[in-house]
């Protein structure tokens, strides 16, 4: 079985930040690429940001500049660093992982979502 447990969610101030966490748990082998993802109320869910395994980072037009991506191999863990929030951001956020479990076999998992809410 593999867990994604998230945190870091909660209610800021419009300009404020916040720092997302997303560990990954189970018998893995290995994790490839880790990735954040968004849905507000009403709207389809979107990629805000996504980092492989080589480090390689890409993000939505909307949050270049303002939210960085990392990882920590040893830790499991991705983090998604939100600087400058904005009402547009207020969303459920969703942790996706690459998770190998067996010799080339490849599964994607979500994480249970963390609301972040941006007040004005």
């Known amino acids: 079985q593999v867990q994604l447990v998230e945190s870091g969610g909660g209610l800021v101030q419009y300009g404020g930040s916040l720092r997302l966490s997303c560990t990954v748990s189970g018998s893995i082998l290995a994790i490839g690429t880790m990735g954040w993802y968004r849905q507000a109320p009403g709207k389809q869910r979107e990629m805000v940001a996504t980092?492989?395994?080589?480090?390689?980072?890409n993000y939505a037009d909307s949050v270049k500049g303002r939210f960085t991506i990392s990882r920590d191999n040893l830790k499991k863990t991705a983090y998604l660093q939100m600087n400058s929030l904005e009402r547009e951001d207020t969303a459920v956020y969703y942790c996706?992982?690459?998770?190998?479990?067996?010799?080339?076999?490849?599964?994607?998992?979500w994480g249970q979502g963390t609301q972040v809410t941006v007040s004005s």
């Open positions: 996706n992982v690459d998770v190998s479990m067996a010799l080339r076999r490849w599964s994607a998992y």
């Open positions: 980092i492989t395994d080589g480090g390689s980072e």
